[in-house]
T-cell receptor, first 110, second 117 residues
Framework: GQNIDQPTEMTATEGAIVQINCTYQ??????LFWYQQHAGEAPTFLSY????GLEEKGRFSSFLSRSKGYSYLLLKELQMKDSASYLC???????????FGAGTQVVVTP | EAQVTQNPRYLITVTGKKLTVTCSQN?????MSWYRQDPGLGLRQIYY???????DKGDVPEGYKVSRKEKRNFPLILESPSPNQTSLYFC????????????????FGQGTRLTVV
């Protein structure tokens, strides 16, 4: 079956670095996405990995290892506005069907 | 502006009273989908559509219907809502993924918070 696991909650201090891990077991693989979601709002796209390695986008980086079924999202220089839920999602076919993890709530403290 | 628009944003209704949540996208995307989001469960797909007149069940389709008569619209229909359908609903759209294509991300609507009493 489909299974996407990520921690429920992480807490970090403003200015610090936090790494959110995601492991997946899906029937197919056509890319892994990270989304940010503030409470009650729509998820917004952060990053996309389809090949192994690191993708860097400003303060956010995402890593993928397809052989290990593993990804992480790295948030650097944390700001208070980064307090949100971070969703790991795997596209398991070419048409766009996304399987989501339950999300990791990141709490940034002063 | 590229967007997915859902209406209404908030809805309180009574058990058994049919309702429709509309979804429209202006990006000419082939693929559209409906999700519900509940605490601790993440986003779960209800129905999806790969193009006009092509729809299929997602992971939690019971109690829902959809239609795709036009490419831009994908309404979600609850024929007889029940309290266990109280949830936050999201519509999303994207173009087909072709491995590394720039337009493979899914765009989400603002969400519809539905309460069934």
């Amino acid at each position: 079956g489909q299974n996407i696991d990520q921690p429920t909650e992480m807490t970090a201090t403003e200015g610090a670095i936090v790494q959110i891990n995601c492991t997946y077991q899906t029937s197919g693989f056509n890319g892994l996405f990270w989304y940010q979601q503030h409470a009650g709002e729509a998820p917004t796209f952060l990053s996309y990995n389809v090949l192994d390695g690191l993708e860097e986008k400003g303060r956010f980086s995402s890593f993928l290892s397809r052989s290990k079924g593993y990804s992480y999202l790295l948030l650097k220089e944390l700001q208070m506005k980064d307090s949100a839920s971070y969703l790991c999602a795997v596209r398991d076919d070419s048409w766009g069907k996304l399987q989501f993890g339950a999300g990791t709530q990141v709490v940034v403290t002063p | 502006e590229a967007q997915v628009t859902q209406n209404p944003r908030y809805l309180i209704t009574v058990t058994g009273k049919k309702l429709t949540v509309t979804c429209s996208q202006n990006m000419n995307h082939e693929y559209m989908s409906w999700y519900r989001q509940d605490p601790g469960l993440g986003l779960r797909q209800i129905y999806y559509s790969m193009n006009v007149e092509v729809t299929d069940k997602g992971d939690v389709p019971e109690g829902y219907k959809v239609s795709r008569k036009e490419k831009r619209n994908f309404p979600l229909i609850l024929e007889s809502p029940s309290p266990n359908q109280t949830s936050l609903y999201f519509c999303a759209s994207n173009s087909p993924g072709t491995g590394g294509a720039q337009n493979t991300e899914a765009f989400f609507g603002q969400g519809t918070r539905l309460t069934v009493v």
